[in-house]
């Protein structure tokens, strides 16, 4: 099975012979008695089989692959105006693709936490609509081979100190995008973004998508000043047995949220939310974790879980969702006005 991202990331179809209605209040048995058979690929012949045993059902998924998560959000909610169908039965993104979502009421609303047992009321990010599928940490990444140890950044600050820098200055990546440091300003002062930001450009070599680690493994680049998803990404890279070292760059650290939410208008509800329950369940959360090296720190005994129990300090943002996404958007508009 090809990882997480490829395979589940932008746009699952799942097609149902029969469509029940569910409400938010219907129970766990009902959802499993409106779940019929439907036909698949084997893109998901891992989780496939693994979801039938935990339902005693007899499903097959077919995963087609969508587009970019902004332009899903806006074909679900175009398609819910237009009173069609929606092309996809659930929908994956972070906490500001959701947020848009919950915004159109374009979502289910699922009482995720009193259907399934397994599933707490900190998991629903968006309450009753998105569900927390794996936790995502922001931060730097560099080839060890190439920067030495005692030279490493323990910080984002780090990168523009005058006693570190030059041992990348000319040869640093920096992102193409401004939202990680949107997020800074939750925790820094506006000012100190800004100085933190001149100083990062002014001895960058060059940008850096969130997907092109590997321009840091190939030694491309010997460090990246930041990465969505750094942590799961050394992990992934070091199973190769790479040289990729992540570090947070700041406490409390930087999450996303990447859920998985049913659009109002989803064809085959029923299935959708079961698969949305499944994939929040310790049974899900380890395929997740074998093939993409992601999880969610919110379900017990998972890898990202172990990363909050060492460092409880620079986890602490993690317990409050709710918070950093009402933060998030105050800081995106207060630096947009800027």
């Known amino acids: 099975m090809k990882g997480y991202n490829s395979s589940l990331l932008w746009t699952l179809w799942l097609t149902l012979s029969a469509v029940f209605p569910v409400s938010a209040q219907d129970s766990l048995d009902s959802l499993i008695a409106g779940a019929q058979t439907f036909g698949g690929t084997k893109n998901l012949s891992v989780l496939e089989p693994a979801f039938n045993k935990k339902f005693g059902l007899n499903a097959k998924i077919r995963f ?19 009173g069609n169908k929606a092309s996809t039965d659930i929908y994956h993104g972070s906490q500001s693709h959701l947020a848009l979502l919950h915004k159109e009421k374009a979502l289910e609303r699922v009482n995720w936490s009193g259907v399934f047992p397994w599933i707490t009321k900190p998991m629903e990010i968006f309450p009753e609509e998105g569900l927390l599928v794996f936790t995502s940490l922001r931060g730097m990444i560099y080839n060890s081979n190439l920067i030495p140890k005692e030279k490493t950044p323990k910080t984002y600050e780090d990168l523009v100190d005058p006693r570190l820098s030059p041992t990348w200055a000319g040869k640093l990546a920096i992102p193409p995008y401004v939202s990680w440091l949107v997020e800074l300003s939750m925790i820094w002062s506006e000012e100190r973004v800004k100085n933190f930001t001149r100083k990062l450009v002014a001895i960058s070599g060059g940008r850096l998508r969130y997907s092109e680690e590997e321009r840091v493994v190939s030694g491309e680049f010997p460090i990246a000043a930041n990465m969505g998803g750094a942590v799961e990404q050394m992990w992934q890279w070091q199973a190769k047995g790479a040289p990729l070292m992540a570090v947070i760059g700041s406490t409390p650290v930087l999450p996303s949220y990447f859920q998985l939410a049913v659009p109002k208008n989803s064809a085959h509800p029923n299935l959708a939310k079961l698969f949305v329950g499944f994939m929040a369940s310790k049974e899900g959360q380890d395929i997740l974790d074998k093939y993409d090296f992601r999880s969610s720190h919110l379900v017990e005994g998972t890898r990202m879980a172990s990363i909050c129990a060492k460092t409880p300090s620079s986890c602490k943002s993690l317990r409050i969702p709710s918070l950093i996404i009402s933060k998030k958007r105050k800081a995106d508009c207060s630096l947009r006005r800027s």
């Open 64 to 82: 087609a692959a969508g587009p970019e998560m902004n332009a899903m959000a806006a074909r679900v909610i175009t398609e819910l105006k237009s």
